[in-house]
């Protein structure tokens, strides 16, 4: 190699560079580094600042990797970066994590550049690396700011624009353009002026010249929307400063449209709920916490003996009420209201002394009631009346009702006394009629015996008035064949027809069920009433009994009609009105000829009625009546009737159980009530057992598995409760049977004994169908399921 000879000037030169490198290398607070040109980036020389940003010395590092301290996610980039970046006489600015001696990383940027020999070839390179952790996190926290800035300025809800300091729109979000139905595009090409309404534009631009001296302004106008329409808008204005010098103005602008028409919807709500407060009859007014009237309405200063402006503002309360719930005077002012606006309950009173301005009382009822604002409560409001007149009515009708109660007990009393008396008389003239002879005795006693029964049937009418006047008439639900009623109505007439020679003929809707669940005593009544009117008021012709089907557009109601026509003097137009009143016959000479009361009509009326039908007349002087009454059935009740099933028992339709398999006890010492509840079971396709008292119920119950008993509450030997505790001894089931009690009281102590008694419901007499099926609905369900779960046990 030959020898390179140099002048000491340039040697002296090459030194004074060289410890310049070395100063830079060693007080620099970058970190420069020589590496090889090889695949790990090999350091070669690093300056002392390694230690302080990396922690590892200059010695630890030279001869290690470049690459390895580099994020392994940077890695592959960098190393792309240098491959294809890396130029003679170009330098390349790369940004990496770096990796620090105990173990974290910083963010770094290094700016490399390739080394040249003398023939300009690369021989390795040579890096710049600093810190820039902190300039990374003021770009992030810069490049987050100006992003929160755009979210808040594009997402905000509120119309938010830029406008320079002439009034022209310089940018504006998508909530304005909304509110206004403009485009930024088109906003900015203009000034806010053609945007406000005529007669606020003056207003509006003083406010924004307020604005542009630095003084935020708030107020509100109305701006004119793209397609013409006034929309009344919010603003607030506020300065906008760049370095401490006011460049434009912002506004920040909100649509009031919809605030300002429901305010003015409250306001009319104001003054329709004053008109309304004035307008009722009773007492209104409301107090704040501390009991100062803060409105009251007119009624309610006239009954208090205020003028409204002498009770507004004033602590008038304890003076309103002065006596507690017993009448007894407060010493203490704690008077009931009083109590109430301190512990802010409600408070009901139905009699109450309230007093008035001059000292005088009256009888009141009042409801206090808290006034809460935003869940604060703030007072309460008073609504009372005067009952002064009202309790004056009252007395007057309890007195009014208890007169009538008296007189119905009364004619129940009577009656009943008489009816014994008459009965004794009417069997005793029967069996003296036996011992007569003579031909003159008979016809008197017979005279007496006919007298005797009139009488009686008088007796019975007053009975039976005085029991529906009282409310005591209680329908008895049984099975009634249609067929044999009306056959024993005709036939109880038959003889007194034959003797006038006039015929009785029935007629039976083959579309009628058999039988029906009814009161089959009291519709025996009505129709023995009916036909006897009938047989009474005709003396030629003849009287024609029927029984049909009505068309109902209802498909739940079954509604039959009776009829009774007959051929006989017939009632004129204006007496017919008053046919089924009490103690009303028409007028005429029918009283002298034909007697009566005048009750029966009207009794038959309650007794249609309690079944739920009506009744009426149609008929004409001279040319006969018809009377027609209807009674309403459930229609589900009567499915279609099999032929061949003429036995009561076997009327109805045979079908598969309604609810599903169930086992029923009825248990029941009435015959009739039995006889009923066993029907409506029969009909949904039950067969039930049966229990005539409460002894047979625990035998039966010990001997079967019943899903469901349907127990009577008073029956002989042992009672319903009795048995229901001797059936859940025995019983290795909670569950079932389910004991269903069947009582005529229903009151809430009945009710508990049963429940402890271990009973789980109950059904009221009289027995309604609705009211069974009702029971078979609610606990067929709970039946099934308990069967369901026992079966899938037994199967694991």
């Not at 929160?148 to 979000?173: E, M, Q, T, V, W």
């Not at 159980?657 to 015959?671: M, Q």
């Amino acid at each position: 190699m030959e020898d390179i000879i140099i002048s000491k000037q340039e040697y002296d030169e090459f030194i004074r560079l060289k410890q310049s490198y070395q100063n830079i290398m060693n007080y620099t607070d970058d970190i420069i580094s020589h590496h090889r040109l090889d695949a790990g980036s090999t350091y070669t020389a690093v300056s002392p600042a390694c230690e302080k940003l990396m922690g590892y010395t200059a010695e630890e590092m030279v001869g290690t990797a470049g690459f390895d301290y580099v994020h392994p996610k940077d890695r592959q980039v960098l190393i792309h970066q240098l491959r294809n970046g890396l130029q003679p006489n170009v330098a390349i600015t790369l940004t990496f994590r770096n990796l620090r001696r105990d173990g974290t990383y910083f963010w770094a940027e290094s700016v490399c550049r390739l080394v040249l020999d003398q023939q300009d070839n690369a021989v390795e390179v040579l890096a710049i690396t600093r810190d820039i952790s902190e300039r990374r996190e003021n770009e992030r926290r810069l490049k987050e700011s100006e992003s929160r800035y755009k979210s808040l300025f594009d997402f905000n809800p509120l119309g938010i624009h830029a406008l320079g300091l002439d009034g022209a729109y310089l940018s504006a979000n998508t909530s304005f353009e909304q509110i206004l139905g403009y485009k930024e595009e088109e906003l900015v090409q203009g000034k806010f002026h053609a945007l406000v309404a005529p007669h606020d534009l003056d207003y509006t631009v003083e406010r924004f010249e307020q604005a542009k001296q630095g003084r935020p302004q708030s107020y509100e106008i109305e701006a004119i929307h793209k397609d013409g329409h006034k929309v009344d808008v919010d603003i607030t204005n506020v300065p906008i400063y760049v370095e401490e010098e006011l460049v434009g103005v912002y506004a920040i602008v909100q649509d009031v449209t919809e605030r300002n028409e429901q305010i003015d919807q409250i306001y009319k709500l104001s003054n329709q709920q004053e008109l309304i407060l004035d307008s009722v009859s009773e007492g209104i007014f409301g107090v704040d916490l501390e009991g100062r009237t803060i409105f009251a309405n007119p009624p309610a200063a006239r009954m208090l003996g205020y003028d409204i402006s002498e009770m507004v503002g004033q602590k008038q309360l304890l003076e309103f009420e002065q006596s507690g719930p017993d009448g007894s005077p407060i010493i203490s002012g704690e008077t009931p209201i009083w109590q109430t606006l301190h512990e802010g309950y409600t408070l009901e009173r139905d009699e109450a002394v309230l007093w008035r301005k001059d000292h005088t009382s009256f009888l009141a009822s009042y409801r206090v009631t808290p006034i809460v604002d935003h869940g604060v409560r703030v007072g309460m409001v008073i609504v009372f009346r005067d009952r002064t007149e009202e309790n004056r009515i009252i007395q007057a009708r309890e007195i009014a009702e208890q007169a009538d109660r008296a007189k119905s007990e009364f004619l129940a009393i009577i009656s009943h006394e008489l009816r014994t008396p008459m009965n004794g008389m009417i069997g005793m003239m029967e069996l003296l009629a036996e011992t007569l002879e003579q031909d003159v005795q008979k016809e008197y006693a017979g005279i007496v015996m006919n007298s005797s029964n009139e009488l009686l049937k008088i007796v019975n009418e007053l009975l039976d008035f005085s029991k529906i006047e009282a409310g005591r008439m209680e329908l008895e639900y049984e099975a009634v064949h249609l067929g044999e009623l009306l056959t024993q109505v005709a036939e109880l007439f038959e003889p007194v027809a034959a003797e006038k020679r006039i015929s009785i003929v029935t007629e039976l809707d083959r579309h009628l069920p058999q039988a029906i669940i009814s009161d089959g005593s009291r519709l025996r009544q009505v129709l023995v009433n009916l036909v006897g009117n009938a047989v009474k008021f005709t003396e030629t012709g003849g009287v024609h009994i029927a029984a049909r089907c009505i068309n109902q557009p209802d498909p739940e109601k079954l509604v039959i009609g009776f009829t009774v026509r007959d051929t006989g003097v017939g009632i004129a137009k204006e007496e017919q009105s008053r046919l089924f009143q009490p103690f009303s016959q028409i007028r005429n000479q029918s009283r002298q000829h034909y007697g009566g009361t005048g009750l029966g009509l009207s009794i038959c009326k309650k007794i249609i009625e309690l079944m739920g039908g009506t009744i009426d007349v149609q008929s004409q002087q001279g040319a006969g009546a018809t009377f027609s009454f209807t009674i309403a059935l459930n229609a589900s009740d009567y499915p279609e009737i099999q032929p061949g099933m003429n036995e009561p028992d076997k009327l109805y339709s045979s079908h598969e159980a309604k609810y599903g398999p169930l086992r029923i006890l009825v248990a029941e010492d009435h015959d009739i009530n039995r006889k009923l509840l066993l029907t409506i079971l029969k009909r949904r396709g039950y067969e039930a057992d049966i229990a005539r008292n409460g002894e047979e119920a625990v035998q039966q119950a010990t001997k079967h598995d019943y899903d469901l008993i349907f127990m009577d509450v008073n029956m002989p030997v042992l009672d319903g409760m009795e048995a229901t505790r001797h059936i859940r001894a025995i019983g290795h089931n909670p569950a079932l049977p389910v004991i269903v009690a069947v009582t005529a009281f229903a009151r809430d102590e009945e009710k508990a004994f049963c429940l402890e008694s271990g009973m789980q419901d109950f059904v009221s007499k009289p027995l309604h169908v609705q009211d069974v099926e009702q029971q078979l609905d609610k606990w067929s369900s709970i039946i099934h399921a308990y069967h369901n779960n026992t079966l899938e046990n037994d199967h694991l």
